[in-house]
């Protein structure tokens, strides 16, 4: 493991984690206080609804029992027992319905009610009636006084989803003693459920004994059943005053719920919900922070740590270097000196090592040197005489090769010469055989120039004879010798001449001798290649003339390429001469001013370039 891993690992175990484990302590912490406290709130809240919801519900039963206790109903006629009624009708706009009942519980007259919402009460329909009737608690004021009120049951009408209750209010004294039956909708509780909600989050609901709801701040809710795992923590009919409201906690979502009883002898309940990833909100975002802070911390960490990871990493990177370096040998490398560290104490003695090693190679090196330079003074000289043996050797050679061509070639070639000049001397200008003649004394000179061209070679001469030269005659007189010996061999010759070129400067027999040595060697290299095609160009390019001898030959390996014109030197795979073709012409092409150049891929083929100054 690397030292900055290390180190990352180090602040890792001593800073972060500590600090991370202290943090997410003290928000859970805080978390169970927010949420004691968000359970206090809600059961505050609840109670405070339940108490505004029972004073409402009180009203609207305390106004009914006053009015019906103003009243004379058994002396009343029918018209002013309807009257009287829609007096009661008008005690509050949550009434949607009036009746007068026998102590049976069986109605008398018609009730009072209005089949569509008018000046704020609510519509109700006859067919609503019967429930009405059912629903009133007739025999518990049976024994009671005059004006005495009790509330009935809640139901909902299905039809509209609108809930309500039925509240009775007794009309005259003794048993027999008839009633009036009101109905009181539920739904205008709404606004004082909204006004206690406030603007504080979550929902208010009012439900009954039968898990309905009744009102809530969110009014689609109206008439539906409460959820089973609200239910389940609902308030049992019959609890001491001391345990009317609890807070409990349900899951999927995670929300908290307070449920208080509505008094006054009501059978209803308030709940207080909300949700507890809204609710604890503080907290989350406080968690959020701490992870941002602890990544931030962490972040800072990485970076100080890299930042001093890297600066020891250079400093013992720069011991490393000095350490490899003297182990290649430089001994005049210097470490840096910095501070006061370990590594300054490093970095300080291997200085100390690298001077006593370089003092003690100086030393040892002069003493080589001086053995090197009198070892060098006597190779030089053996150098020296070996080279000029070999020299001599080589002019020797080619001295006897040239005495040796000029007595064995030139005396037969002055003997042809001579009898095809007799020959000629003899054929008048239409003789056929006149052309043929010319061809073999130019040949004969041709001969009698290679031999003097052997000799020019190792002796010191006069300078060539360099005049304007048609490179064009020159190829094409050099072709007509060695054209029936390519086709011969299978060669496909092709002859690519510029129009109108300009004549070179150069020796023409000197000349012709290069181009038969080029396509010497360029036939001898494709004697064993698959396609044997020879193309020869001509042309102008900045001021010269050139030449192009293209082979599809066995071409020249790159490790002898810059050897190819050193006398002797041959690649031939079959030897047959002693390797001056082409030191020969590198000879002549560079007396003239000119140069050669080669481009060759092995089994590719070869192409020389020969390049002459215009005249």
């Avoid at 496909?492 to 027999?509: F, H, N, Y």
């Avoid at 590198?586 to 000119?594: D, H, I, L, Q, S």
Wanted: with cysteine.
């Amino acid at each position: 493991m690397r030292l900055y891993q290390q180190l990352v690992l180090f602040m890792l175990a001593a800073t972060v984690l500590p600090l991370a484990a202290v943090g997410f302590l003290l928000l859970s912490r805080a978390e169970a206080e927010l949420a004691a406290r968000i359970d206090a709130e809600q059961r505050a809240q609840a109670v405070a609804t339940a108490e505004s919801v029972g004073a409402t519900m009180m009203e609207v039963v305390d106004a009914l029992a006053r009015s019906a206790e103003l009243i004379d109903w058994q002396a009343a006629s029918d018209a002013e027992t309807q009257g009287a009624l829609r007096l009661l009708y008008g005690q509050s706009p949550a009434v949607s319905a009036v009746l007068k009942l026998d102590a049976e519980g069986r109605p008398l007259g018609a009730p009072v009610f209005r089949a569509q919402a008018i000046d704020g009460h609510p519509a109700f329909s006859l067919e609503s009636l019967d429930r009405l009737v059912r629903s009133i608690p007739v025999q518990t004021l049976r024994g009671g006084g005059k004006g005495q009120a009790a509330l009935g049951s809640a139901y909902v009408h299905s039809d509209e989803g609108r809930s309500a209750v039925a509240v009775a209010v007794k009309l005259a004294e003794g048993e027999g003693a008839p009633f009036a039956v009101a109905e009181v909708v539920l739904h205008p509780l709404e606004a004082v459920l909204r006004r206690r909600l406030g603007e504080g989050l979550g929902r208010i609901d009012l439900v009954d004994e039968e898990r309905r709801v009744l009102a809530s701040t969110a009014s689609e809710r109206r008439g539906q059943a409460l959820a089973p795992e609200l239910s389940a923590h609902l308030l049992a009919p019959a609890l001491p005053l001391t345990e009317l409201v609890r807070s409990f906690r349900v899951e999927s979502p995670a929300r908290r719920v307070s449920v208080a009883r509505v008094p006054h002898g009501m059978r209803f309940d308030v709940l207080v919900e909300v949700d507890e990833s809204t609710a604890l909100a503080p907290v989350h975002g406080m968690r959020r922070t701490v992870l941002l802070s602890i990544g931030a911390t962490f972040l800072v960490l990485l970076g100080l740590g890299a930042l001093f990871t890297r600066r020891l990493n250079v400093r013992l990177a720069e011991v490393v270097r000095g350490a490899e370096a003297y182990g290649r040998g430089e001994l005049d490398t210097r470490l840096k000196v910095s501070g006061q560290d370990e590594l300054s104490e490093l970095a300080t003695t291997f200085n100390r090592m690298g001077e006593e090693l370089e003092a003690a190679r100086a030393r040892m090196l002069r003493w080589n040197d001086d053995l090197r330079v009198r070892v060098e003074e006597a190779t030089a000289d053996l150098k020296a005489a070996q080279a000029q043996l070999v020299e001599a050797q080589k002019l020797a050679a080619v001295g006897q090769l040239g005495a040796g061509v000029a007595h064995e070639i030139n005396n037969p070639l002055a003997g042809i010469l001579g009898n095809v000049q007799l020959l000629m001397l003899d054929r008048g200008a239409a003789d056929p055989d006149l052309e043929s003649l010319r061809k073999i004394e130019q040949s004969a000179k041709r001969c009698k120039e290679i031999t003097q061209n052997l000799l020019r070679f190792s002796q010191q001469r006069e300078r060539a004879e360099l005049r304007p030269v048609d490179l064009n005659a020159v190829v094409r007189d050099a072709l007509s010798l060695t054209e029936h010996q390519l086709r011969g061999d299978g060669v496909a010759l092709t002859s690519v001449l510029g129009d109108g070129l300009a004549r070179v400067r150069a020796d023409p027999g000197h000349l012709s001798q290069v181009v038969l040595a080029l396509v010497s060697n360029a036939r001898t290299a494709m004697l064993n290649s698959p396609e044997k095609r020879l193309t020869l160009r001509t042309g102008e390019v900045g001021g010269f003339g050139f030449l192009e001898v293209e082979d599809t030959g066995k071409g020249i390996a790159p490790n002898v390429r810059s050897r190819i014109f050193e006398p002797f030197f041959t690649t031939k795979d079959v030897w047959s001469n002693v390797g001056l073709g082409l030191s020969v012409a590198w000879r002549v092409v560079t007396e003239a001013g000119g140069s050669i150049e080669v481009r060759s891929e092995v089994e590719q083929g070869s192409c020389f370039t020969v390049k002459l100054p215009k005249a």
